[in-house]
T-cell receptor
Framework: DGGITQSPKYLFRKEGQNVTLSCEQN?????MYWYRQDPGQGLRLIYY???????QKGDIAEGYSVSREKKESFPLTVTSAQKNPTAFYLC???????????????FGDGTRLSIL | GEDVEQSLFLSVREGDSSVINCTYT??????LYWYKQEPGAGLQLLTY?????DMKQDQRLTVLLNKKDKHLSLRIADTQTGDSAIYFC????????????FGQGTTLQVKP
């Protein structure tokens, strides 16, 4: 079955440590997205990528970095510069190109990141 | 800027209809979506509506769009306990990037 796989499900970060969250999709989607979800809030866009080797900042990119070396993979690194990293992180993908009809985003099951 | 607002909580009895409301600010929205999130899980796409439509029905789900008032609603007929979840509306306002703006989510509680 095609889908989006996020790992790990739970992750703990020590002070001053960088951690990387994995997102892999086998849907052959061009576009991929990273969101952050805090309790009682909607999803906020961190980074997105419409094509391999290209990505753009979303609304809350500070303290995060991404790479898109392969179409199926879009890892997110939470750096030590992100002072409040505790949240639920969701990865999504959609078929591209945008602008040509409806391309809903499909989501993984998320990674919950906590500070030790 | 773009904004999507939802009420935070709705409680209904099993078998009743649920209506979850959403308002948005960007009149250039192309598609509007409803997603469901169960505890500890990702978002599941429920349904969507194109901005030139007024209504869309999909089994127990009915989506109504009032473009003049920028108001979107999701009606769930014969609500079941398995429908208990958080429901997010989202608008796609940027057709060049596919970016979505999400509301803060409505928690639906279904009482037996």
């Amino acid at each position: 079955d095609g889908g989006i796989t996020q790992s790990p499900k739970y992750l703990f970060r020590k002070e001053g440590q960088n951690v990387t969250l994995s997102c892999e999709q086998n849907l052959n989607h061009d576009a991929m997205y990273w969101y952050r979800q805090d309790p009682g809030q909607g999803l906020r866009l961190i980074y997105y990528s419409q094509i391999v080797n290209d990505f753009q900042k979303g609304d809350i990119a500070e303290g995060y970095s991404v790479s898109r070396e392969k179409k199926e993979s879009f890892p997110l690194t939470v750096t030590s510069a992100q002072k409040n990293p505790t949240a639920f992180y969701l990865c999504a993908s959609s078929i591209d190109p945008p602008g040509q009809g409806n391309q809903p985003q499909h989501f993984g099951d998320g990674t919950r990141l906590s500070i030790l | 800027g773009e904004d999507v607002e939802q009420s935070l909580f709705l409680s209904v009895r099993e078998g009743d209809s649920s209506v979850i409301n959403c308002t948005y600010t960007d009149s250039s929205s192309t598609y509007l979506y409803w997603y469901k999130q169960e505890p500890g899980a990702g978002l599941q796409l429920l349904t969507y509506i194109f901005s030139n439509m007024d209504m869309k029905q999909d089994q127990r789900l009915t989506v109504l769009l009032n473009k003049k008032d920028k108001h979107l609603s999701l009606r769930i007929a014969d609500t079941q306990t398995g429908d208990s979840a958080i429901y997010f509306c989202a608008e796609r306002f940027d057709s060049n990037t596919g970016k979505l703006i999400f509301g803060q989510g409505t928690t639906l509680q279904v009482k037996p």
